[in-house]
């Protein structure tokens, strides 16, 4: 179905849905890779891209066809080089197609687990305002839905009932198992000395350091709730795939995560 037409160009409907569906995922992968080393290697991309297509409609066979040929090679080379961004944007369709709708991916993706109940959190919530209390550093990893497989396995499984004077002693300064995250599923503790991805989102304030910066970058590749106690600071905050609530007074805490990992 003819639109319009510019002087030399038709444009029809199919144009216009196809110049819109362009620009729509080009700001979807901007969004995604801006602030990153990733987005100058994006740019670079368009630009020889764009050279490409000049150099095409000029006709100049030669240098057309080497710039094909590197083009054809960039797709794979893109591949590679964003595979982090590629997951994540995955990741994001995936997790914002509700399962509960279609009952038959319910059954097939979804983990049986356990759901979190308020007093298996409590050893999480006394623990918590214990460690703010006296300044010490830790990050304790919930798990909702997502499995965190890969992230137990990088540290030393441990599979032991959960409770408060374990956590405690876990993150005790100068203890073997305090260094990275404590990965807690149904009521137990899975893991201790855990690595987790660190976030490279430009946006974080600076005061976070680290360890901060990992429960965010978890909750980035995962629906878990992780808490963090500042070294420095005492102070609590709560990440999840919904954000970053600092400075949370201990019922507070124990007010969203319940919510959280209740919700579905
Ligand atoms: N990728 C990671 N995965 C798990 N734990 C990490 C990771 N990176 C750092 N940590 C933990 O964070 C600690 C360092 O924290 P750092 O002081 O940099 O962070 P912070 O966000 O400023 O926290 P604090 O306010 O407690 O100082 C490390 O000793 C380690 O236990």
Avoid at 90 to 114: A, D, M, W
Avoid at 225 to 237: D, F, L, P
Avoid at 246 to 260: F, S, T
Wanted: aromatic share 10%.
């Amino acid at each position: 179905m003819l639109l319009f037409n510019l002087g030399f160009l038709d444009i029809d409907f199919l144009d216009v849905l196809d110049v819109l569906l362009v620009a729509f995922l080009l700001y979807q992968v901007y969004f995604l890779i801006r602030g990153s080393i990733a987005s100058r290697v994006f740019l670079g991309y368009l630009l020889v891209y764009g050279f490409y297509l000049i150099v095409r409609a000029l006709k100049m066979e030669l240098l057309s066809t080497i710039l094909g040929q590197f083009m054809e090679i960039g797709v794979l080379a893109l591949v590679i080089i964003f595979q982090p961004e590629i997951r994540r944007f995955l990741f994001f369709v995936g997790r914002s197609t509700n399962l509960q709708q279609y009952p038959i991916l319910h059954r097939i993706f979804s983990q049986k687990s356990e759901r979190q109940t308020t007093w298996e959190l409590q050893p999480v919530i006394d623990a918590t305002k214990k460690l703010a209390a006296s300044r010490t550093g830790a990050l304790m990893v919930i798990k909702k839905e997502d499995s965190l497989k890969r992230y137990i396995e990088s540290g030393d499984s441990l599979d032991a009932h959960l409770s408060k004077a374990l956590l405690l002693a876990i993150f005790q300064k100068n203890g073997p198992l305090h260094d990275g995250a404590v990965i807690i599923s149904d009521g137990k503790i899975k893991a201790a000395r855990c690595m987790l991805p660190v976030s490279e989102n430009p946006e974080i304030s600076p005061i976070l350091g680290f360890r901060h910066r990992a429960a965010i970058g978890l909750s980035e590749h995962s629906d878990a709730a992780i808490v963090v106690v500042s070294e420095e600071r005492g102070e609590v905050t709560l990440v999840t795939e919904g954000g970053i609530h600092r400075h949370l007074p201990v019922h507070d805490l124990q007010e969203k995560l319940v919510e959280y990992l209740s919700e579905r």
